[in-house]
């Protein structure tokens, strides 16, 4: 007995199917991506969450170009060997996909630099990140970049709607929820709400009620299992590692940035969230903390996976395991309340006179005094007034490095 397709590949548009392409990449297919069709290609680069169309979109440009060859990679599984041999293989005006090409380096992505020069095969390409953040600037150059915006809830229960009639009775099947027994009908419209737009996620489960045999089951998959596969996912567990690493546990810490790159979570990602806590959590209590997370993220661009995550783990255990200031944070709030307050009357509060450059034959240059400073007020007068009642904005901790210019702050203004 032959089984149905799943519905994800039933429904996934073909030229001959082009009614279940739906939302903004449909708008997309008819007017922007007419041109590329018809009169003028170029390299591009679909990027946008997950389920909204972007593979889909490539592989319709594909298959629109019969008359020429096309690849499909992914750099999930491929590397740069595959992707030279795929380049090779192709004949003139020929098609290379790769999917998730924010997997790729960027030295990496900068190989294929004279493909894209030459223009003797086309590059498609699709990414969850956006491109700005993630690929080389070199091949920005060079690419068109299109964002895809996912479709609304409205466009998803409309689709699966149509998913329930591919299978006999399915409109009509029963599910326990709540106490409630209740059509997989009127289930729609929350699954299509809860799936946060990704059209794939909103079928796979779809697909999953209709062959549930137990309750048990269709209530795991319209509860916690459903949680779990949802986008959602990939910040609950940057914020964990983030959260383990402010408290110094690398052991959590390093558990979750696993369980992230396991899960499909893009490594530059969890790079860059360290970059960011090294000075909003780390800051100058331990100023090496910054370069280590600048030179971690230099190494994964250079080698890559899967070796590469041996810098994440350095980064992220040196991070959990280092002094923690976040002083540098409540210095920036500090000066924010300051300045709205200031600019509340929409006037520029003026600096002093001896700091601006008509009056510097008033300033006093602290490197002729000595341990180089001059008592000197450098705030703008309305500034200086909410300092005195507030106190200072950047006032270090007792912590490693930070101590120390703690120590001098206050030997320096009697603090």
Request: glycine share 6%; proline share 6%; net charge neutral.
């Amino acid at each position: 007995m032959m089984h149905p397709p799943p519905l994800a590949e039933s429904l996934r548009p073909t030229l001959s199917l082009l009614e279940h392409l739906t939302g903004h990449a449909r708008k997309l297919w008819d007017r922007e991506l007419k041109r590329w069709r018809e009169v003028q290609k170029a390299h591009l680069i679909f990027w946008g969450p997950p389920g909204c169309g972007k593979t889909t979109l490539a592989l319709l440009l594909c298959e629109s170009q019969r008359e020429y060859s096309s690849r499909q990679l992914s750099a999930v599984r491929d590397g740069i060997g595959e992707i030279k041999k795929a380049i090779d293989a192709l004949p003139e005006g020929g098609i290379l996909f790769i999917d998730e090409i924010h997997r790729l380096t960027r030295p990496q992505q900068d190989l294929l630099l004279p493909t894209l020069e030459s223009g003797r095969c086309w590059l498609l390409a699709a990414t969850t990140e956006n491109p700005a953040a993630v690929m080389s600037p070199a091949l920005l150059s060079r690419v068109r970049t299109q964002r895809v915006h996912p479709p609304s809830n409205e466009e998803i229960v409309t689709l699966l709607n149509h998913a329930l009639d591919l299978r006999t009775g399915a409109h009509h099947l029963q599910l326990q929820t709540d106490q409630n027994c209740r059509s997989l009908s009127e289930i729609v419209p929350t699954l299509a709400e809860r799936t946060n737009g990704d059209v794939r996620l909103a079928l796979n489960i779809l697909e999953g009620l209709i062959h549930c045999e137990d309750t048990q089951s269709q209530d795991d998959l319209l509860s916690g299992q459903l949680s779990a596969w949802t986008g959602k996912s990939h910040y609950d567990y940057a914020s964990a590692m983030i959260k383990s690493m402010r408290g110094s546990d690398p052991d959590a810490a390093l558990f979750y940035a696993y369980a992230a790159l396991e899960s499909g979570e893009d490594a530059n990602f969890l790079l860059r969230r360290c970059i960011i806590f090294a000075s909003e959590d780390v800051g100058n209590a331990d100023p090496a903390a910054l370069r280590i997370a600048l030179d971690c993220a230099d190494a994964f661009e250079r080698v890559g996976m899967p070796e590469g995550r041996y810098a994440i783990a350095q980064a992220v255990c040196y991070l959990s395991s280092t002094v923690k200031s976040n002083r540098l944070l409540r210095a920036l709030q500090n000066v924010g309340q300051w300045w709205s307050q200031s600019s509340a009357d929409q006037t520029l509060p003026a600096p002093p006179a001896h700091l601006i450059m008509r009056g510097h034959e008033k300033y006093r240059y602290p490197h002729d005094f000595p341990r180089s400073f001059v008592r000197e007020q450098y705030l703008p007068d309305s500034i200086e007034k909410m300092r005195r009642t507030s106190g200072p904005a950047y006032l270090p901790s007792e912590e490693g490095a930070e101590s120390r210019l703690r120590d001098r702050l206050a030997s320096l203004w009697n603090k």
